[in-house]
């Protein structure tokens, strides 16, 4: 490129904002975030009024206002759009709005990365255009991640398929890891809650902390906590006090206000 990579972020709450910017400056030191815009009203009027010139976008997709997706079909921005969202179920609409990419929250550095590798490659010199168009074709046409639904359980010298939708936490004690079903049953689970998130549509279930993973249908209320964390009371009750952190409360919040 002939000058330094400029960017704007859409995103309403300004603690994801300040991070997302600090992983961006970290991997790409030259790049300019030029504008942070927090909802759909300010987005309209700065890219109608602005005469800066950036190279792409990252958004969030629900915002305080509505769906970012309005800013786009309003106006006919021709720049790339990665979206980072805590939902996975607007993936469609995303490559349908200038979206080259989709990040699920929580994002790491990692993720951005490779974000901004992709943006790269198909947008800045030194690949041909036919190759480019190409590599994003097949990654379109790629099929779609497939969640894991059940499980096949060892108890009592049995195996026992169980569904996942029936999992209302997963406990980790002791490098053990627990299911626990709606009627209270507890069985070891072979996986890591790492593996695990991985494998469980994150649409339905949450990773609280370093020892919960948790299923929306099972959540009965939440309490504010210290220190602006959340205490989350889930069916079946757990033994331990299930705490979501300051840092992951709103997007837990925004998680359950599906």
Not at 3 to 26: G, K, T
Not at 153 to 178: D, N, Q
Not at 181 to 202: A, H, K, S, W
Request: aromatic share 14%; hydrophobic share 40%.
């Amino acid at each position: 490129m002939t000058r330094d990579l400029s960017i704007v972020l859409i995103e309403d709450e300004p603690a994801i904002a300040r991070n997302l910017e600090y992983i961006i400056r970290e991997i790409r030191p030259a790049a300019r975030i030029i504008k942070v815009l927090p909802n759909i009203k300010e987005s309209l009027r700065w890219f109608s009024a602005s005469e800066e010139v950036y190279d792409l976008i990252f958004s969030d997709i629900r915002l305080s206002d509505g769906l970012s997706f309005e800013i786009f079909r309003k106006i006919p921005l021709k720049k790339p759009v990665i979206f980072v969202t805590a939902y996975n179920d607007y993936a469609i609409d995303a490559f349908r709005n200038n979206g080259i990419d989709y990040v699920l929250k929580p994002f790491d550095k990692e993720e951005i990365h490779r974000s901004l590798t992709k943006y790269e490659f198909f947008f800045t010199s030194g690949t041909e255009k036919e190759s480019r168009i190409g590599a994003l074709l097949r990654q379109l046409q790629s099929p779609v991640k497939i969640y894991k639904k059940s499980f096949l359980i060892h108890y009592c010298g049995r195996l026992i398929p169980l569904e996942a939708a029936k999992i209302h936490w997963f406990y980790t004690a002791h490098e053990i890891v627990y299911a626990c079903t709606v009627q209270g049953q507890q069985y070891i689970i072979e996986f890591t809650l790492e593996q695990l998130e991985q494998q469980l549509d994150p649409g339905i279930f949450f990773r609280a902390n370093r020892q919960f993973i948790l299923n929306r249908n099972a959540v009965e209320t939440v309490d504010y906590f210290f220190n602006g964390r959340l205490l989350v009371t889930m069916h079946p009750s757990s033994d331990e006090k299930i705490i979501v952190s300051k840092a992951k409360a709103m997007l837990f919040r925004k998680w359950l206000d599906q």
